[in-house]
């Protein structure tokens, strides 16, 4: 049966124009190539063979990733969500000198939420200098593109959430959030503009955004991802050290459409030699990894 968030969220990517299905209950999604679930991480998305190929029917991608919920010990998985279950105020927070930054920052910052007009209208610029600063991230999207993407969410603030850090009234970073129900607000998207950085933006938006889902609403974790194999871990690893984020580990599956399946078994005692040439097969072979390991601990 699927939630009333699920039945938005399918709303949601209708208006987009983004392919979605539901299987087990699930939503799934394309993503990098992959077919993911979308959805809160402590939520079980195991699919039998038959499901995963009904879902590479339906969405196209080389492969299925599927994870098992939260709660494995870290010996027992490789793969993880970045999570943080409770609001650390700042007169609780460990550190004198993260205290200091963190005062500096909203003395600094203005922190509020945004419409998808404002974003749409003004969430370019930062989105652009943001992106300047990954050189392995791909082409930035196009003015017109964020727009729409932005735009496609007006009406939809129960599961899409936007919020701005501004410095001297101007926009300096931004975040959209998706939020599941009361379980979970995933961080989807942060951008913070580098010009900004040295005001501690980043520390006045996410003090403020884990305050309104973690003390206010009450949600039960706030998210950033799953372990990235494809880019640097800057973020996650700042999140950690200064916001009391942790490695939440889950079990990992991956299920192949039939010539990928191959060509990644056939090529894996290769793998060292092939990625360092292809950074896109390096990361397809860390996933393989990573889900070899997990069957041999089984």
């Not at 998305?45 to 995963?52: I, R």
């Not at 998808?116 to 593109?145: C, M, N, Q, T, W």
């Not at 939809?156 to 101007?170: M, S, T, Y």
């Not at 950085?197 to 998210?223: D, G, I, P, T, W």
Request: charged share 25%.
């Amino acid at each position: 049966m699927v939630a009333a968030y699920q039945e938005r969220f399918l709303e949601l990517f209708r208006r987009r124009g983004e392919a979605a299905t539901v299987v087990g209950g699930a939503i799934f999604k394309r993503y990098s190539g992959m077919v993911v679930p979308f959805g809160p991480v402590d939520a079980d998305y195991s699919l039998t063979p038959d499901e995963a190929s009904r879902a590479l029917r339906s969405l196209g991608g080389g492969l299925v990733r599927t994870t098992t919920g939260l709660g494995r010990p870290r010996a027992a998985s490789e793969w993880y969500a970045v999570i943080c279950r409770e609001f650390t105020p700042i007169e609780r927070v460990p550190s004198a000198n993260r205290r200091s930054k963190l005062r500096r920052a909203l003395h600094n910052c203005e922190v509020r939420r945004m419409s998808a007009e404002e974003l749409a209208s003004s969430g370019y610029d930062v989105y652009r200098a943001a992106h300047a600063r990954y050189h392995a991230a791909g082409a930035p999207a196009s003015p017109a593109a964020f727009a729409a993407h932005a735009l496609a969410s007006s009406g939809f603030e129960d599961i899409v959430q936007h919020w701005a850090v501004l410095c001297d009234g101007r926009l300096a970073g931004f975040s959209s959030n998706y939020v599941f129900g009361e379980t979970e607000a995933m961080y989807s998207t942060l951008k913070f503009d580098p010009d900004h950085l040295r005001k501690y933006v980043s520390y006045a938006l996410l003090h403020a955004m884990n305050e309104f889902y973690l003390a206010e609403r009450r949600v039960s974790y706030v998210n950033d991802g799953f372990r990235t194999i494809r880019h640097g871990t800057e973020l996650q690893q700042f999140l950690e050290h200064n916001f009391a984020f942790e490695k939440a580990y889950t079990g990992l599956d991956v299920f192949y459409r039939r010539p990928v399946r191959i060509a990644v078994r056939t090529t894996f005692p290769l793998r060292r030699v092939i990625a360092r040439f292809d950074i896109r097969a390096r990361a397809l072979y860390e996933l393989e990894s990573m889900v070899r390991a997990g069957r041999a601990r089984a």
